[in-house]
């Protein structure tokens, strides 16, 4: 079973950056690849971006093209996600996970425990 621990949440101020990293303990058959989603309060968790970790092949949410960039780091079994200039509307609870790949939440079977990010105005 993966086990996944994510790191780098916190409180930051509006157009500030943050990287959030991803631990992920082992790999099994299935979990080629790592994908980033978030919850905000009372809204549905959304996808973000996802990468293969054989091919470095990614994907990305539109809203989040352009600020957000997926990484892996295969060697530390890590992926990480680099946010610049962070917008109050990006606090959520955010969520690495491992699966398939792809933009939906079902394709990802084992999900770390969440760190929270808050961005103020």
């Known amino acids: 079973q993966v086990q996944l621990v994510e790191s780098g949440g916190g409180l930051v101020q509006a157009g500030d950056s943050l990287t959030l990293s991803c631990v992920a303990y082992t790999h099994t058959s299935g979990s080629d690849a790592m994908g980033w989603f978030r919850q905000a309060p009372g809204k549905a968790r959304e996808f973000l971006a996802a990468v293969r970790w054989s091919t470095g092949i990614t994907w990305y949410e539109d809203s989040v093209k352009g600020r957000f960039t997926i990484s892996r780091d295969i060697a530390k079994n890590t992926g990480r996600l680099q946010m610049n200039n962070l917008k109050p509307e990006d606090t959520a609870v955010y969520y690495c996970?491992?699966?398939?790949?792809?933009?939906?939440?079902?394709?990802?079977?084992?999900w770390g425990q969440g760190t929270q990010v808050t961005v103020s105005s």
């Open positions: 996970a491992v699966g398939r790949g792809g933009y939906s939440e079902y394709n990802y079977a084992r």
